[in-house]
């Protein structure tokens, strides 16, 4: 993996946040930066599919993201063209097969995500008979991509509300997507490796957002056998991801964390106890997701 194809947040992007007066609990007036939100809707060849919230990043990659994530687009395809057109907010992907989603868009169903996240009702067959690869995980690499994720500069400690999701190998960070909904912001993730033809078996996968049945979902069909989250888990999550074989982390705040899953993968080389311990605010204040 080469030093280009490193992608980092960009907090200060004009086009993502705008500076919102108000007032404090005091009376005072104060002003804040507000993460932007923006309707995009996605098209596979000549169908519309769904309309997503976003902060407006990297289109084609959430496109191509969700897509591949949905089993619309396949390994295989040949995509022949990314449209976008930023004035009426739409995307279009393009590719050498012909394409009829009709039925599947219709058993869409919500999610308990923020923003768009959908999941249709025959994802979880691809689950079926899928098996991850026997990675590694160091807990050295755990504490490393914890402590240079939480203090990367990024659009949630400059403005909050929004959720991170991070491409990782071993200890090094390589792809930094944020967006309002998690949903969205793996999508992005798995629109640039499939892009860039990126492997998955020796990749984990970081998240500021809970580990929700979707997340577990999204990450084993990626082929990715690391999900490691900040945040906490559902019952659901734990459950398909013990059924697939995937490592999953959650509370992983300090010399902390929580396995529930993929236990076998662990290799514990680090002393907890060399590792600073988190406090409830070592993220910057009134950063809040």
């Known amino acids: 993996m080469t030093d280009h194809s490193r992608i980092t947040p960009r907090p200060n ?16 007036q ?50 022949t ?24 868009v219709k058993k869409k169903t ?16 691809g689950l079926e008979g899928l098996t991850l690869p026997p990675a590694e995980l160091r807990t050295s690499w755990l504490y490393s991509l914890a402590k240079e994720i939480n203090t990367t500069p990024s659009l949630y400690l400059e403005a909050g509300a929004i959720h991170g999701t991070v491409l990782c190998q071993q200890d090094q960070p390589l792809v930094y997507m944020e967006d309002v909904g998690r949903h969205n912001a793996v999508d992005k993730i798995a629109g640039w490796m499939f892009m ?10 970081y998240t500021t957002g809970r580990l929700t049945s979707e997340m577990v979902i999204k990450t084993a069909l990626m082929g990715i056998p690391v999900l490691a989250s900040r945040s906490g888990f559902t019952a659901w999550g734990v459950e398909i991801a013990q059924q697939v074989g995937l490592t999953l982390i959650g509370r992983l705040r300090g010399q902390r964390f929580v396995c529930l899953s993929g236990e076998e993968r662990l290799i514990r080389d680090a002393d907890p106890a060399s590792v600073t311990d988190e406090g409830r605010k070592h993220r910057r204040k009134g950063a809040e997701a």
């Open 13 to 28: 992007d004009p086009r993502l946040t705008r500076r919102v007066t108000g007032t404090d609990h005091t009376g005072a």
């Open 30 to 79: 104060t002003e804040i930066s507000v993460v932007e939100e923006r309707p995009l809707t996605i098209f596979l060849n000549s169908q519309e599919i769904v309309t997503a919230m976003t902060i407006g990043d990297y289109p084609d990659y959430l496109a191509l993201g969700f897509l591949r994530n949905q089993g619309m687009l396949r390994a295989d395809d040949t995509v």
């Open 81 to 104: 063209g990314v449209d976008f057109d930023e004035e009426l907010e739409t995307i279009v992907v393009r590719t050498e097969r012909e394409t009829s989603y009709e039925e599947k």
């Open 110 to 125: 919500r999610t308990s995500g923020c923003a768009v996240g959908t999941v249709f009702g025959d994802m979880m067959e």
């Open 196 to 205: 860039h033809n990126a492997p998955a078996a020796d990749k984990i996968l």
